[in-house]
C-alpha cells in the first residue's frame, strides 16, 4: 500500500544515528543519503521493499512531529519489540505510553512498544502473533 514514509529531523545527523541504531534491529542497513537540489539532506532507508526517510524540512522550517501520527515497524518476536524499545531509549529516544508487552484489543493480541524519536515523531514496535 505505502511506498515511503517520510519523517522531519532538525539535526539529521543526530537522526541518522539514531535510526543506524534502532533499524539496525531490524536488520536495516545504512541509509542512502542524498542532498536535494535546495540543499537539504535526506536518508533513505531501504528495507524488505519498503522505504523509511528522515529529511530536513524542504520548506526551511523547523520540523514538527505530527500530532495523532505513528510511524508502526514490524517485528519478527516479542524480543525484537523489547529490543527496538530499549535501543531507541538507549540513542535519545523517549519511552511513552505503557511499558513495552503485550495488549490484547479488537484487532488481537499483540506485543507493542512505543517511543518518540530525538525530534519527537512517535514510533511503534509491533509484534502480532499468528
Known amino acids: 500500500m505505502f511506498s515511503h ?4 529531523s532538525n539535526d539529521i545527523e543526530r537522526s541518522k544515528r539514531f535510526y543506524d541504531a534502532v533499524l539496525g534491529v531490524l536488520g536495516v542497513g545504512e541509509p542512502h543519503r542524498n542532498r536535494n ?8 532507508y531501504r528495507h524488505d521493499g ?7 524540512p524542504l520548506n526551511g522550517e523547523s520540523a514538527t512531529f505530527a ?6 515497524f514490524k517485528c519478527l518476536s516479542p524480543e525484537q519489540v ?3 524499545h530499549d535501543v531507541a531509549v538507549a540513542h535519545g529516544g523517549v ?3 505503557d511499558p513495552p508487552g503485550l495488549r490484547e484489543g479488537q484487532l488481537g493480541a499483540m ?3 512505543y517511543v518518540r524519536d530525538p525530534d519527537g515523531n512517535k514510533l511503534c514496535a509491533m509484534h502480532r502473533p499468528r
Open 37 to 44: 537540489a535546495t540543499g537539504q539532506d535526506r536518508l533513505f
Open 82 to 84: 523489547q529490543q527496538f
Open 50 to 56: 519498503g522505504t523509511f526517510c528522515v529529511s530536513e
Open 111 to 113: 506485543h507493542l512498544s
Open 67 to 72: 500530532n495523532g501520527g505513528t510511524v508502526g
Open 95 to 97: 519511552s511513552i505510553e
Open 5 to 8: 514514509v517520510m519523517v522531519g
